[in-house]
């Protein structure tokens, strides 16, 4: 089962590869303060992380931003969720999202930035981390991590000390509304 997964992710990191070459992106790293749009993944299996998610994501809410929370769950029977879940039915057989309409806006719309919240490797959420159109992507180190603009390692720290971690290095962009002189 494990060979099998392994695989799938090979397929899905292979194909993102080659999409990602043809993409236009500039990045463009934005002060978290600045940011008025906020795209948060992460994986909603995780109680504990997923009570400190919603939690800071309140908090962004409160300062006047827009954030939408999407979680990635191997759970099929989905109860009334404060987020757009992603689950299986969502993904093709290698884990690349499906044509539906909610995963469609996620990759339409242009986000401030995009927080990958998620501490093990899913490759249904590096695809849409990496296909998206932000200014700005950050998140928790992991392999295949290339598209990310600013990682924070896990490694012993622990969830929430990372997070603010990240959160702390966010805050201290200087953004520019200019294009530095060559």
Known sequence: ?????????????????TEIQRQKRVSKPKNIEDCKSILILFDADD????KQILKRAQSFRENGKK?????????SVLNEMPFTPLTKKDV?????????????????????????LYVSQNPTLDY?????????????YHQNTAFMDIMVDV????FQKSL??????????????YEPAV
Request: charged residues 20%.
């Open 1 to 17: 089962m494990q060979l099998l997964k392994k695989f799938k992710s090979a397929i899905l990191y292979f194909k993102l590869k």
């Open 47 to 50: 109680s504990f992380n997923l």
């Open 67 to 75: 954030v939408l929370l999407c979680g990635s769950t191997d759970k």
């Open 92 to 116: 093709n057989w290698y884990g690349k999202p499906a044509n539906n309409t909610s995963i469609a806006q996620l990759l339409d719309k242009e986000w401030d930035c995009i927080l990958s």
């Open 128 to 140: 849409i981390t990496a296909k998206s159109q932000a200014s700005t992507k950050a998140g928790f």
């Open 155 to 158: 490694c012993n720290q622990g």
């Open 164 to 177: 603010d971690d990240l959160l702390i290095i966010l805050k201290t962009i200087k953004s520019r509304s």
